[in-house]
């Protein structure tokens, strides 16, 4: 590269390696900007500008009912954000007496704005993962719980998270997730609409599938809740 820009310095050019934090970090960096701009936190702008699920009555639904069964309660949580899901469950953790929080992400962007939003919470702990792999240990965790990861990922994704998610709760824990399908007029609709959109990263799965990968990693299905176009689910670890 040196001997190249030394030949491009002679017409006022120069080839720079460009690196970004916010490579894999979605919109989120712009969210932040706008919310900032409105001098509005970002999550609230995300609760209340784009319309997205709403986090308290899906927790109430299929998470919280589960975690009030656990005593000091190890979480994780795959694929926070910017922690707007994050929020609620920690207040719940924390009358919990939760011992541990970790989040999981695979976007520096994210981590750092984790590290900064949740810099007062002594109990959350922020790692960084490869989009397959979790790092923590076997049977550690209590409860794990996911939204709006699986509505991209492809069926060997899905499977292998699976199989992290039993490998690193404990005989009994739980895990909770969303997914997409088209079985209900609001999720078909969700589907045409964001396929005209040009929008082909989301995907679509029948219940049956999900519940086969889960069946087949160790789990066995307690719960289906569907809230819009969002399927939500709550497994059991067996074993």
Excluded at 77 to 92: A, D, H, V
Excluded at 93 to 99: G, I, P, T, V
Excluded at 111 to 119: A, I, R, T
């Amino acid at each position: 590269m040196k001997v190249i820009n030394s030949l491009l310095g002679k017409f006022n050019y120069k080839i720079e390696k460009k690196y970004s934090n916010k490579i894999k970090s979605e919109g989120y960096p712009a969210y932040l900007e706008a919310a900032t701009n409105l001098n509005m936190d970002v999550n609230d702008y995300l609760d209340s500008k784009l319309g997205w699920i709403k986090p308290k009555p899906v927790l109430e639904e299929v998470f919280y009912p589960v975690l009030e069964t656990i005593s000091k309660p190890v979480i994780l949580e795959l694929g926070p954000g910017t922690g707007r899901w994050t929020r609620y469950i920690l207040e719940k953790a924390k009358q919990l007496k939760s011992r541990e929080y970790y989040l999981i992400d695979h976007a520096v962007w994210m981590l750092d704005f984790l590290d900064s939003y949740f810099k007062k919470e002594t109990i959350i702990r922020i790692f960084k993962n490869d989009g397959m792999n979790i790092p923590v240990e076997n049977s550690v965790i209590d409860i794990v719980f996911t939204q709006g990861v699986f509505i991209e990922l492809k069926p060997a994704s899905i499977y292998l998270y699976a199989k992290e998610f039993s490998r690193i709760l404990k005989p009994g824990g739980y895990c909770v997730l969303d997914y997409f399908n088209c079985d209900t007029e609001e999720g078909w609709n969700f589907f045409v609409n964001q396929s005209n959109l040009g929008n082909i990263f989301c995907t679509y799965y029948p219940d049956e599938f999900i519940e086969k990968v889960f069946k087949t990693t160790g789990f066995e299905l307690k719960k289906r809740f569907t809230y819009g176009k969002s399927n939500f689910v709550v497994f059991k670890k067996l074993r």
